[in-house]
């Protein structure tokens, strides 16, 4: 979006410094968390949504209630979904009363998936991230960007 005179605000180089790092560290934490979670034969993803579905009621959760909380479109997560139904980490549930919805549902096998892997990925992530940070930073850190997640779910959902 232009300046008030029309011409684009660049950033400054701090500016610039402080997006390239926090572009940069999510990259690279992500991608090695991911790595992490394929020992265990699980994707970033597939972590992600079992743990959507350990935490809620009754370990379902309708579909579109699924893709907010992973921050994935309504057709990605259908794909996800039924890579990981075809391992016999979630299954289908026809919502009652309401043809065109569709519940993810958490099996046994994904409830035993993520107690088996859960703690290990919280050491992957307390080495990789919380462990470099001192507690101060830490607080820093969600100060600053809960924020922008606050902001950039409201453009999610107006859209």
């Not at 075809?86 to 035993?112: Q, Y």
């Not at 919380?130 to 100060?143: F, S």
Request: hydrophobic residues 35%; proline residues 4%; charged residues 35%.
């Amino acid at each position: 979006m232009p300046g008030t005179d029309g011409r684009p605000r660049w950033l400054t180089d701090d500016e610039q410094q402080a997006w390239r790092a926090t572009v940069g560290m999510a990259q690279l934490l992500i991608r090695q968390l991911d790595r992490d979670l394929n020992v265990h034969g699980l994707s970033g993803h597939d972590y992600e949504i079992l743990v959507e579905l350990s935490e809620a009621p009754e370990h379902r959760l309708r579909m579109t209630e699924l893709a907010d909380a992973t921050s994935q479109s309504r057709s990605r997560l259908s794909h996800q979904v039924t890579r990981m139904e075809n391992r016999g980490l979630v299954r289908r549930d026809d919502c009652e009363g309401d043809k065109r919805g569709t519940f993810a549902v958490l099996t046994a096998d994904g409830m035993a998936a993520i107690e088996r892997v859960a703690p290990d990925h919280v050491e992957n992530v307390r080495r990789h991230f919380i462990d470099r940070l001192e507690p101060r930073q830490l607080e820093e850190i969600r100060a600053a960007f809960e924020p922008i997640v606050d902001y950039l779910r409201k453009i999610r959902d107006r859209d």
